[in-house]
């Protein structure tokens, strides 16, 4: 079984920062993208930034400039730092990964639980 285990949420005032990590654990033999999403209420689900395993990244529109995405692959573990934090920023971050597991040639898409993060005016 792999889990991935979110870490890092919290309040912060705007213009704050916080880092989020997301650790993978588990039967795992392989991750390749790594990614945050984030779910406002009353929102859809979106990307935030995404990091493939040779450190190429993608961001929404709305974090670039303000968030950087980074991944320590000899601890599997994906990073969001987040500075300048906006009200519009609030949310709760999921992370997601690409994993194959032990004795699987798949990469299968897993999920963590959320941290909600939560930037007062």
């Known amino acids: 079984q792999v889990q991935l285990v979110e870490s890092g949420g919290g309040l912060v005032q705007a213009g704050g920062s916080l880092r989020l990590s997301c650790a993978a654990s588990g039967s795992l033999s392989d991750i390749n993208t790594m990614a945050w999403y984030r779910q406002a209420p009353g929102k859809q689900r979106e990307l935030v930034a995404d990091i493939t395993r040779v450190g190429n990244v993608n961001y929404a529109d709305s974090v670039k400039g303000r968030f950087t995405i980074s991944r320590d692959n000899s601890k599997n573990t994906v990073y969001l730092q987040m500075d300048s934090l906006k009200p519009a920023d609030t949310a709760v971050y999921y992370c997601?990964?690409?994993?194959?597991?032990?004795?699987?040639?798949?990469?299968?898409?897993?999920w963590g639980q959320g941290t909600l993060v939560l930037v007062s005016s």
């Open positions: 997601n990964a690409a994993i194959r597991r032990m004795g699987d040639f798949r990469y299968l898409e897993h």
